[in-house]
């Protein structure tokens, strides 16, 4: 490995953003100009991340700076999208830089619907991208020194803020290589080779012994610090990685150490202090030989050694023949003092030199919801003012309608249409007459079960896949560890709720409406027809004509008119109101710029009193005047009713005329309210539409969830052992192969059995045909055995033609490994099967194979056979020793 430690990078499965973000620009902005923008924004930024993510990175700067360039531009778009489970939901999926994975099961990996996730493994593969281009600087030269010490520095910075942020970034467990314990001991080893660096910058520079011992026991300190807690994580030695790692941070901890103690030994000896100096260089060549009797094969301390130790004889030799100091020891030297010139970077987006952030006009989610929220308050203002005019004219013309005004004094002559009614009725004429009424009234309810299709449809799909969720959780139980359907559903089901009470309440406005229009539906229709049969329906009466030049006509004809203007002045009125407009944005954006929060109310209440307090006065106004004109006019009418023939045909033509003019306005009430229904039920439907999208969205997102989550449940499931552990027989345990492992002492890994080469064993004497040692038998044979063979008096046998070979040597029970003989088999009388059934036959002649020496003869009786070794008759075993 290495001198110097580098990180791995993560490595990310591929993510679409331009569909899921370009949806909701479509949906959240006007089309035009600013929304095909954004859109192409959209797109650069896919591809901004595939540059980051989706191929290998050089070890060179330019690839960092896509690196930061694509987290500057993650840290500016998350406050400008609804990036949640539960709106905008993008599942990023992540592998684990140190877990390898398993032939079965591949490496670990954490799927999230969090663009905080995202930004996570994203810095941390910066600061292993850092990491490894400070491990390829040149540290000959002060460039590659300097730089070498920012990339480390920044590495450090990067993985310190992973561990302060990541937990809350991500609301669940993290993978290992992104979790607080292990981030944190990266930062530490990061700094520590900072430190490092400019421990070498100092060499090179030839600064002060002094400075140079200080920095050096910071750095030694340091990698002590990473070591320990590398070392005492439960979950950290585990990895293979780690496993490397240790043994560095242990040498790099006694080098750095060993250098402090060979530049304050300069100092001392500067200061004639030869015995601390004899102390410190034997200090300083213990550490040294420490690491090249334990962790040469990672790091070589040869020159230190040879420094080390030529300045070790030196000052022996001065102090021996010269000096004569005392030697300390080394628990009674003066601490070395520390100096830390390095410092985790902070990081503070941006970090990438030339950022531009795509999304720039593009308002943060703060600012949209609070303009929302805003917008829909200044509605509300328009819509109370303008409200309240409007109900304020509809009583003054119901006033009116009782009082049969303006009609009573068009009405002098009593048997001709009065021109206001004859207005009326070509007004609902050219509006449609009874006809487009009922076409509305007919239309509302297939709009209304068009609603509620989208909305059941909507709410089904959350229902089906809460349902499967449910199943799969009672099945997996704590292993299905994602977010409940349930839990994750309920702002989307308030939303369902809500609507679904709208839709309720809009019932009830719809039948209001029918319901009056069923009132007043024979007086439209009279006023719908002809001039001829409208005036034969209106009763006629006696003449009124003694009226027509009287003052009180002229009054009533004066109050009128002023209310007529009033009612004009109120529709200029409601134009200006409707027409103020006031960009709140900058407001709110310099409230998150200095705040961090938008304080929506405290803001708009203000803005909206001062933008329509003149108007609410204007309306206040209004209303008293019409209060005042009304009253009038009702004094004027009763004036004007006492002056007038009273009888029956006229009381009947005064009541029809007041019902005719209340049909005319409630025509017109009638036909704006159906209209206005409908608007509302079509501008519901886009609304339920995008209600819709977002619960397919979300739903999709879930399922695509699910089925990485149930991949990986299998993939445990199969790493899983299918039946408990149990003990396996000695004899079929194999010797287990050294550990790969880093542990740099003891360098003995095999048991010392094992260990042991096998003693070059006697070959028994040749014989046709040669038998076959097995391995396993060669391996195993006991300690004390002595061969024996077959006496060599006898005559050769004659092989048996076809004869099934087996191990040179009977096999007994006592000595495992060996197969058992044949019953009746003779080590002496091979060829045996094929020998005559006659008792005192003797043996046929042996017949050698060409090549192939016979038996040695036998030894007198007594005595070994010749070249074998001597032991004791009591203790004479079969087989021979290894």
């Known amino acids: 490995m290495a001198t110097f430690i580098s990180v791995p990078l993560k490595k990310s499965s591929e993510v679409d953003l331009v569909k899921p973000l370009s949806k909701f620009v479509t949906v959240t902005y006007p089309a035009g100009e600013e929304q095909g923008e954004y859109i192409r924004a959209v797109e650069e930024l896919n591809k901004l991340r595939r540059n980051a993510l989706g191929r290998p990175l050089d070890k060179h700067e330019s690839s960092l700076e896509i690196l930061l360039r694509y987290y500057d531009q993650l840290c500016a778009v998350e406050p400008k999208f609804p990036f949640s489970e539960n709106q905008l939901c993008l599942t990023f999926t992540w592998k684990d830089a140190f877990d390898k994975g398993s032939l079965f099961g591949g490496s670990v990996k954490l799927a999230l619907a969090s663009l905080g996730y995202e930004k996570t493994c994203v810095l941390f593969n910066a600061a292993a991208l850092a990491s490894q281009i400070a491990s390829e600087q040149n540290l000959d030269n002060d460039e590659g020194l300097k730089a070498a010490a920012k990339y480390y520095q920044l590495a450090s910075g990067a993985f310190g803020h992973i561990k302060d942020t990541v937990l809350s970034a991500l609301n669940r467990e993290p993978t290992m290589d992104i979790s607080p314990e292990t981030v944190g001991t990266l930062s530490l080893i990061m700094l520590a080779q900072a430190q490092e660096v400019f421990f070498l910058k100092a060499t090179s520079d030839k600064m002060k012994d002094a400075v140079i011992a200080k920095l050096a026991n910071q750095a030694a300190d340091f990698y002590g610090d990473a070591f320990k807690q590398c070392q005492y994580k439960d979950n950290l030695p585990k990895y293979f990685y780690f496993q490397e790692v240790l043994p560095v941070l242990a040498a790099k901890h006694c080098i750095m150490q060993a250098n402090a103690e060979l530049h304050q030994s300069v100092l001392a000896k500067q200061k004639k202090r030869f015995g601390e100096e004899i102390a410190r260089l034997q200090h300083a060549a213990e550490l040294v030989k420490t690491v090249a009797s334990r962790y040469d094969e990672y790091v070589s301390v040869k020159d230190l050694s040879d420094k080390i130790n030529r300045a070790l004889t030196a000052a022996k030799k001065d102090n021996d023949f010269i000096y004569h100091d005392r030697v300390p020891e080394v628990k009674d030297l003066e601490h070395i003092g520390k100096a830390a010139l390095v410092k985790a970077t902070a990081i503070t987006p941006p970090l990438s030199q030339k950022f531009t952030d795509l999304f720039e006009k593009m308002v943060p989610m703060a600012v949209q919801q609070s303009m929302s929220i805003y917008n829909q308050r200044k509605a509300e203002t328009v819509n109370r003012l303008v409200g309240t005019m409007r109900e304020a004219t509809n009583l003054c013309n119901g006033v009116l309608a009782s009082l049969n005004l303006p009609a009573a004094l068009e009405d002098l002559s009593g048997d001709s249409i009065p021109q206001s009614i004859a207005e009326k009725a070509r007004s609902i004429v050219q509006q449609g007459g009874l006809q487009s009424v009922e076409q509305l009234i007919k239309d509302l309810p297939e709009l209304l079960t068009r609603n509620r299709e989208i909305l059941d449809e909507s709410l089904k799909m959350l229902d089906d896949e809460e349902t499967t969720d449910n199943e799969l959780r009672t099945k997996f139980n704590q292993r299905w560890n994602r977010t409940p359907s349930g839990d994750l559903y309920k702002p989307l089901r308030a939303e369902g709720a809500n609507f679904r009470n709208i839709l309720d309440k809009a019932v009830q406005a719809d039948q209001v409406v029918k319901d009056r229009y069923s009132t007043h539906c024979d007086m439209i229709a009279l006023l719908c027809k002809s001039e001829n049969e409208l005036n034969a329906a209106i009763p006629s009466a006696n003449p009124t004509r003694t009226l027509q030049g009287s003052e009180i006509v002229n009054v009533l004809r004066s109050q009128l008119a002023q209310l007529d203007e009033m009612k004009k002045e109120r529709e200029t009125l409601e134009g200006e109101i409707k027409a103020v407009t006031f960009d709140m944005s900058t407001t709110f954006l310099t409230a998150l710029a200095q705040d961090g929060a938008i304080n929506e109310e405290h803001l708009s209440l203000p803005q909206l009193d001062q933008l329509y307090g003149a108007y609410n006065q204007r309306v206040q106004a209004s209303l008293r005047t019409q209060e005042d004109l009304l009253g009038q006019v009702q004094t004027s009418h009763q004036e004007f009713s006492s002056l007038k023939q009273s009888n029956t045909e006229a009381n009947q033509r005064e009541e029809v005329l007041k019902k005719l003019a209340s049909a005319h306005d409630s025509y017109v009430e009638i036909s704006s309210n159906l209209r206005e229904g409908t608007k509302f039920y079509n501008d519901l439907t886009e609304i339920l539409l995008k209600f819709q999208n977002k619960c397919s969205d979300i739903v999709f997102a ?34 287990a192969a050294p550990a790969a492992g880093p542990t740099p002492a003891p360098r003995t890994v095999f048991p010392p059995q094992a260990q042991q ?79 005559p059934s006659m008792p005192n036959m003797p043996y046929m002649p042996y017949q050698a194979t060409p090549g192939q020496g016979g038996y040695p003869g036998a030894p007198p009786a007594g005595q070994p056979y010749p070249g074998y070794p001597q032991q004791s008759p009591q203790q004479q075993p079969y087989y021979p020793q290894q």
Request: glycine share 6%.
């Open 702 to 735: 879930r399922k695509t969830e699910r089925d990485e989550l149930l991949k990986e449940l299998q993939q445990s499931i199969a790493r899983e052992p299918s039946a408990p552990s149990f003990n396996v027989p000695a004899y079929q345990s194999t010797p």
């Open 757 to 835: 080469q096998p003693e070059a064993k006697p070959q028994p004497p040749a014989r046709p045909p040669p038998p076959s040692f097995t391995p396993q038998a060669a391996s195993t044979t006991p300690a004390n055995a002595i061969p024996t063979g077959p006496p060599t008096n006898n005559p050769p046998p004659v092989a048996p033609p076809s004869q099934a070979q087996g191990p040179p040597y009977p096999s007994y029970q006592g000595y495992p490994g060996y197969f058992q003989m044949p019953m009746g088999y003779n080590p002496y009388a091979y060829g045996q099967y094929n020998m």
